[in-house]
């Protein structure tokens, strides 16, 4: 069945890179998402990859997928106060952005002084 | 341009009560997506409207429903609250929902708390 995985929790130093991992199961899966959400807050979409790319880079973000393994990361360089926030992975096997949408459990990124 | 709004913030019903809760999608957006959140359950996906129909649906049992208004204003209706019915509901609208690439865009929530 669908799944998405990822770890409960990542806590990093101010100013070093954060990596969040996730795997999942679908291998129809065409887009993955990554999403944050703060605390009282809705989502908000951070960056999405296409099932046919490697990397994805936006500004201090960086997407890999490595879709034999069916993992995906997201790499936030020069962490900071304000990234502190669940971060969700989540896989769609639709065309549209409102297709059914799987969820990770979300991680927790915390950040050290 | 004002976000998505969500109706009421919190909401404390008993168990057996119905529930019916609003989302105000952003002008112009005419998908409107629910998502209940649980911390046994995470995020899941229950439904999707679009031009007043229901496009897209989970694994939710029939006590859940929802609607969507020409104005594309969205409720949803949760029946015969069950105590594992307390959650965060989100809502999220998008312009179409048919590109993936397109962002949704999520409200604040709505805190259900069955007693």
């Known amino acids: 069945g669908e799944d998405v995985e990822q770890s409960l929790f990542l806590s990093v130093r101010e100013g070093d890179s954060s990596v969040i991992n996730c795997t999942y199961t679908d291998s129809s899966s065409t887009y993955l998402y990554w999403y944050k959400q703060e605390p009282g807050a809705g989502l908000q979409l951070l960056t999405y990859i296409f099932s046919n790319m490697d990397m994805k880079q936006d500004q201090r973000l960086t997407v890999l997928l490595n879709k034999k393994d069916k993992h995906l990361s997201l790499r936030i360089a020069d962490t900071q106060t304000g990234d502190s926030a669940i971060y969700f992975c989540a896989e769609s096997a639709g065309y549209s952005s409102a297709s059914k949408i799987i969820f990770g459990s979300g991680t927790r990124l915390s950040i050290r002084p | 341009k004002a976000g998505v709004t969500q109706t009421p913030r919190y909401l404390i019903k008993t168990r057996g009560q119905q529930v019916t809760l609003s989302c105000s999608p952003i002008?112009?957006?005419?998908?409107v997506s629910w998502y209940q959140q649980t911390p046994g359950q995470g995020l899941q996906f229950l439904f999707e409207y679009f031009s007043e129909t229901q496009r897209n649906k989970g694994n939710f049992p029939g006590r859940f429903s929802g609607r969507q208004f020409s104005n594309s204003r969205s409720e949803m209706n949760v029946s015969t609250l069950e105590l594992g019915d307390s959650a965060l509901y989100l809502c999220a609208s998008s312009l179409e929902g048919r590109r993936a690439e397109e962002t949704q865009y999520f409200g604040p929530g709505t805190r259900l708390l069955v007693l």
């Open positions: 002008s112009g957006h005419r998908s």
